[in-house]
């Protein structure tokens, strides 16, 4: 049974619920289900996909989720950076508004749940932690910037293509004499309501006595209220012969059953794209689980949050959806409107399922500018050019791979900034890793221990030459570890000891073996020994089973102190002289 809840984390939670937690889920629901409808609409706009195809990648998945993901707090659906991804992979393939382009779209969300299902099922869940999260949040900045300029052209009612910030710009700046001022208007004064909402709505409303609770749900309801009142205005005035766009018919009723296409040149097309979805969506949804488990001292299981996002991305493509993943801001709001376990997404899903029954041929005068509006206000949120800032200050490198993530996901498009994310982020992994910091040690006077002589005042022996190794060996470093220990030596016939101080050192492999048995050669050809102090257990136990041990032309110190001892039997008096 252990094993099995381990598959399907409800059968842990399922056996603890009760009415008190299902009020506070239903209530969680509530008020993510009122904020999901029109964030649902708009990401499918933004995909460049119908928007009742927002609405069913809301409903199965919340429902896969719940069963096999462990946060409790966590909402799945369309999120915006994951739905311009969507737009930039599937445009490359298919024409916007075609059946090749949806057939396309749900297929790359089945080839993403199929990719998390098996990074998750051989838990690789590590592999995520080669992004660093400087370029991951470069690469989100970008992201928000283009889709928020993106969606310019809703609000100014103009056409515009594009999916790198120069096309974009160029092709509205082309066509600003066609703005349609009526859409201007709605879209405008839609941004400054919700901007107000964000900000102004839940204080007003508690200085007119309403309680906490009420006034945030009417806050949340902010992007509804102003759904109703254009779609009223739209209709009322007959604004769509006009020249305001309107979202049209959005059909009514469940979820279709789809199968994706299995056309095998369209999975060839796919699976990069879907791959870069997969790292993304991961990601961005395992830090957001992450943080909200912390603050109710909560754990989740990174590699079962990959099957959770998996089955969600699955039941997504046999539902009529496209790529999801956990959202940030849905998921805030249902952990402070108080969910307790993963079933307020289960009912969040049948809230959803109810509007795509009943509510959808109300939509049909809801203008394009509105939705355009909803996703500007949301993605803006997550533009923080203070990462700039902060990386300069605080190191170069990582300001240089933050600063060329956002730069070439703005002048390239997300795919190319998504993928130098990744090459950056194992190209500074490599870099940094590639050149271990050694320091030369010396014997702080009065003890046992041993500090940098370029910081401290430390006792040495000109015979005997201590270097702390602050990394694992491995066939990137271990040249440099090579030459740095040769370079040490030369030209000081003084030296009859080198100790490679090995505290730190958690992993040799071959090739770092390989090359220690060369330095261990060479220096005996100077006639200088070679000895190892502080090694860990493990490492030891490994070089045991090798014969480098018994070719050590020193020995194998469990103290560098004892080191300093034997090889230097009076360490002060030396160092006096």
Same mark, same amino acid.
């Given at each position: 049974?252990?094993?099995?809840?381990?598959?399907?984390?409800?059968?842990?939670?399922?056996?603890?619920?009760?009415?008190?937690?299902?009020?506070?889920?239903?209530?969680?629901?509530?008020?993510? /289900?009122?904020?999901?409808?029109?964030?649902? +609409?708009?990401?499918?706009?933004?995909?460049?996909?119908?928007?009742?195809?927002?609405?069913?990648?809301?409903?199965?998945?919340?429902?896969?989720?719940?069963?096999?993901?462990?946060?409790?707090?966590?909402?799945?659906?369309?999120?915006?950076?994951?739905?311009?991804?969507?737009?930039?992979?599937?445009?490359?393939?298919?024409?916007?508004?075609?059946?090749?382009?949806?057939?396309?779209?749900?297929?790359?969300?089945?080839?993403?749940?199929?990719?998390?299902?098996?990074?998750?099922?051989?838990? +690789?869940?590590?592999?995520?932690?080669?992004?660093?999260?400087?370029?991951?949040?470069?690469?989100?900045?970008?992201?928000?910037?283009?889709?928020?300029? =993106?969606?310019?052209?809703?609000?100014?009612?103009?056409?515009?293509?594009?999916?790198?910030?120069?096309?974009?710009?160029?092709?509205?700046?082309?066509?600003?004499?066609?703005?349609?001022?009526?859409?201007?208007?709605?879209?405008?004064?839609?941004?400054?309501?919700?901007?107000?909402?964000?900000?102004?709505?839940?204080?007003?409303?508690?200085?007119?006595?309403?309680?906490?609770?009420?006034?945030?749900?009417?806050?949340?309801?902010?992007?509804?209220?102003?759904?109703?009142? /254009?779609?009223?205005?739209?209709?009322?005035?007959?604004?769509?012969?006009?020249?305001?766009?309107?979202?049209?018919?959005?059909?009514?009723?469940?979820?279709?059953?789809?199968?994706?296409?299995?056309?095998?040149?369209?999975?060839?097309?796919?699976?990069?794209?879907?791959?870069?979805?997969?790292?993304?969506?991961?990601?961005?949804?395992?830090?957001?689980?992450? !943080?909200?488990?912390?603050?109710?001292?909560?754990?989740?299981?990174?590699?079962?949050?990959?099957?959770?996002?998996?089955? =969600?991305?699955?039941?997504?493509?046999?539902?009529?959806?496209?790529?999801?993943?956990?959202?940030?801001?849905?998921?805030?709001?249902?952990?402070?409107?108080?969910?307790?376990?993963?079933?307020?997404?289960?009912?969040?899903?049948?809230?959803?399922?109810?509007?795509?029954?009943?509510?959808?041929?109300?939509?049909?005068?809801?203008?394009?500018? !509105?939705?355009?509006?909803?996703?500007?206000?949301?993605?803006? =949120?997550?533009?923080?050019?203070?990462?700039?800032?902060?990386?300069?200050?605080?190191?170069?490198?990582?300001?240089?791979?933050?600063?060329?993530?956002?730069?070439? !996901?703005?002048?390239?498009?997300?795919?190319?900034?998504?993928?130098?994310?990744?090459?950056?982020?194992?190209?500074?992994?490599?870099?940094? /890793?590639?050149?271990?910091?050694?320091?030369?040690?010396? +014997?702080?006077?009065?003890?046992?221990?041993?500090?940098?002589?370029?910081?401290?005042?430390?006792?040495?022996?000109?015979?005997?030459? /201590?270097?702390?190794?602050?990394? =694992?060996?491995?066939?990137?470093?271990?040249?440099?570890?090579?030459?740095?220990?040769?370079?040490?030596?030369?030209?000081?016939?003084?030296?009859?000891?080198?100790?490679?101080?090995?505290?730190?050192?958690?992993?040799?492999?071959?090739?770092?073996?390989?090359?220690?048995?060369?330095?261990?050669?060479?220096?005996?050809?100077?006639?200088?020994?070679?000895?190892?102090?502080?090694?860990?257990?493990?490492?030891?136990?490994?070089?045991?089973?090798?014969?480098?041990?018994?070719?050590?032309?020193?020995? +194998?110190?469990?103290?560098?102190?004892?080191?300093?001892?034997?090889?230097?039997?009076?360490?002060?008096?030396?160092?006096?002289?």
């Amino acid at each position: 049974m252990r094993d099995l809840s381990r598959y399907l984390p409800i059968l842990t939670w399922g056996r603890e619920y009760t009415r008190d937690v299902a009020i506070s889920d239903v209530a969680a629901a509530v008020i993510v /289900t009122i904020m999901l409808i029109p964030q649902s +609409l708009a990401y499918a706009m933004l995909a460049g996909l119908p928007p009742e195809m927002g609405l069913y990648a809301s409903i199965l998945p919340l429902v896969a989720y719940a069963i096999f993901g462990t946060s409790r707090a966590l909402a799945v659906g369309p999120v915006a950076v994951v739905s311009l991804m969507t737009a930039a992979a599937v445009g490359q393939i298919a024409q916007t508004g075609t059946a090749g382009y949806i057939t396309a779209a749900i297929l790359l969300a089945f080839i993403s749940g199929l990719i998390l299902l098996v990074i998750g099922i051989f838990r +690789l869940g590590f592999l995520a932690n080669f992004l660093s999260h400087p370029v991951i949040a470069g690469f989100i900045t970008a992201s928000g910037v283009l889709i928020a300029t =993106s969606q310019l052209k809703h609000i100014f009612g103009i056409p515009a293509h594009g999916h790198a910030l120069p096309e974009l710009l160029g092709s509205m700046i082309g066509n600003l004499g066609q703005t349609n001022v009526i859409t201007l208007i709605i879209g405008v004064a839609a941004v400054a309501f919700l901007f107000w909402v964000r900000k102004g709505l839940k204080p007003l409303l508690l200085s007119l006595g309403l309680k906490p609770r009420m006034a945030d749900i009417l806050a949340k309801a902010g992007p509804v209220a102003a759904v109703v009142v /254009t779609t009223l205005v739209s209709w009322a005035f007959g604004l769509g012969g006009r020249g305001v766009a309107i979202v049209g018919e959005v059909p009514q009723g469940l979820p279709p059953f789809t199968l994706p296409s299995f056309d095998s040149a369209l999975w060839g097309q796919l699976f990069v794209p879907a791959l870069l979805i997969s790292i993304i969506g991961f990601v961005e949804s395992v830090s957001v689980a992450q !943080t909200l488990a912390a603050k109710k001292r909560q754990r989740i299981d990174p590699d079962q949050e990959l099957i959770g996002l998996g089955a =969600s991305n699955i039941a997504s493509a046999i539902s009529g959806g496209y790529p999801v993943t956990g959202g940030f801001a849905r998921s805030v709001v249902n952990f402070d409107a108080g969910a307790e376990t993963p079933a307020a997404g289960a009912f969040t899903a049948v809230g959803i399922l109810l509007a795509a029954l009943l509510l959808t041929p109300l939509l049909f005068f809801l203008p394009k500018a !509105t939705l355009a509006a909803t996703i500007i206000v949301a993605v803006l =949120s997550l533009v923080d050019f203070s990462i700039l800032k902060r990386t300069w200050g605080y190191s170069r490198v990582d300001f240089a791979a933050v600063s060329a993530t956002i730069l070439l !996901t703005l002048l390239m498009g997300v795919e190319i900034g998504v993928s130098a994310g990744v090459a950056i982020s194992i190209g500074l992994f490599l870099y940094r /890793t590639s050149k271990p910091h050694v320091a030369e040690v010396g +014997l702080v006077p009065g003890t046992q221990h041993f500090r940098n002589i370029n910081r401290h005042e430390v006792i040495t022996h000109p015979e005997m030459v /201590t270097l702390r190794i602050d990394e =694992s060996l491995y066939f990137a470093n271990s040249r440099f570890l090579e030459d740095l220990i040769l370079d040490r030596v030369a030209g000081d016939p003084r030296i009859k000891h080198v100790v490679l101080m090995c505290s730190a050192v958690n992993e040799i492999d071959t090739s770092a073996l390989e090359t220690l048995e060369e330095i261990n050669h060479r220096l005996d050809l100077m006639g200088i020994k070679l000895h190892l102090s502080e090694v860990k257990g493990p490492v030891t136990d490994r070089l045991a089973r090798c014969h480098f041990l018994d070719e050590l032309t020193g020995e +194998l110190f469990l103290a560098q102190y004892d080191a300093m001892k034997k090889l230097t039997p009076t360490p002060e008096k030396d160092a006096a002289e």
